[in-house]
């Protein structure tokens, strides 16, 4: 699944193409699972409609429309976003679908713009999804009642990222920092390299942590994160960004993938994989000790 860098690389790449651009049609070509929408719903609201804007929350993208409405994608494993226009670009699980011909047998949904152009959703396995809803109700979606904050938010401090942390002082910080509902969209990518660079151990009980590395934590998380939306997103094996290639962040990872190469703090010292809170993690033996 994409991770929020990721996410947020295909938020900018559609807000920068189809904010502007009227609904003249959708066609749902597959099923309810994909586009559980009512058609009288989608005849009124969003056919005629004009995109406002692109947000982003954790790794739910959110289409504003003018007619009070929005079209809440998520990718999950597969999904594609597909825009073609007098611009063209890819976004997601990277198969020939986002250089073929579309439709194709993948593609769920197609909206066609009124000067023309296309955006496709397509999704080999169907888990991901798109749903209208009244833009005033997505606040109250299940999804967004439960996630944490965003970590990039200006206003987000460890003032407020401790307490939270610290209400899951019995398990692992890097179970903890991948829990969605004490932070948003933090992944196991991120979790790895952050966790390297607070030299915290990712099996380390949250109460044994202190406030100060806590506070570089976070400091890491959002260094990590931001890089990473500057490289394009990670090059983790099935995504791509908002241009149709793969984003570079992993070739700037520190440890995560770097099993068996020298630690960048210890180049004695080779990076190691392990597996905690379910996960393969990667350390450094000597930076990070329980």
């Not at 007619?67 to 494993?77: A, C, I, P, R």
């Not at 194709?104 to 296309?118: A, C, E, Q």
Request: with cysteine.
């Amino acid at each position: 699944m994409p991770e929020l860098p990721e996410v947020e690389t295909v938020r900018r790449g559609l807000d920068a193409l189809i904010v502007g651009r009227v609904v003249a049609d959708v066609v749902d070509r597959d099923s309810p699972r994909s586009f559980p929408n009512d058609p009288m719903t989608v005849a009124t609201f969003l056919v005629g409609a004009t995109v406002m804007g692109v947000r982003r929350r954790a790794k739910v993208l959110l289409i504003d429309f003018d007619s009070g409405y929005t079209l809440v994608v998520h990718l999950k494993m597969t999904g594609q976003l597909v825009y073609r226009g007098e611009q063209a670009f890819g976004a997601g699980h990277p198969n020939d679908s986002l250089i073929g011909e579309l439709p194709d047998k993948s593609t769920r949904v197609v909206l066609t713009f009124n000067d023309g152009s296309y955006l496709y959703f397509n999704d080999q396995r169907k888990f991901g999804w798109m749903r209208l809803v009244p833009t005033i109700e997505v606040p109250q979606i299940d999804f967004m009642q439960k996630v944490g904050p965003e970590p990039l938010e200006d206003g987000f401090t460890s003032t407020e990222f401790i307490p939270r942390v610290r209400r899951r002082n019995n398990t692992s910080i890097k179970a903890a920092i991948l829990d969605q509902t004490v932070l948003a969209g933090v992944g196991n990518i991120y979790a790895d390299e952050s966790l390297w660079g607070a030299k915290i151990h990712p099996a380390q009980k949250v109460r044994d942590v202190t406030d100060e590395q806590l506070a570089l934590l976070l400091h890491e998380i959002k260094y990590v994160m931001n890089l990473s939306i500057e490289k394009g997103g990670s090059t983790d094996k099935n995504y791509v960004n908002a241009e149709g290639k793969r984003g570079s962040y992993i070739d700037f990872a520190r440890v995560f993938r770097k099993e068996g190469t020298p630690c960048p703090r210890h180049p004695d010292v080779l990076v190691e994989k392990i597996r905690v809170a379910g996960r393969g993690t990667h350390i450094c033996p000597v930076c990070q000790v329980v």
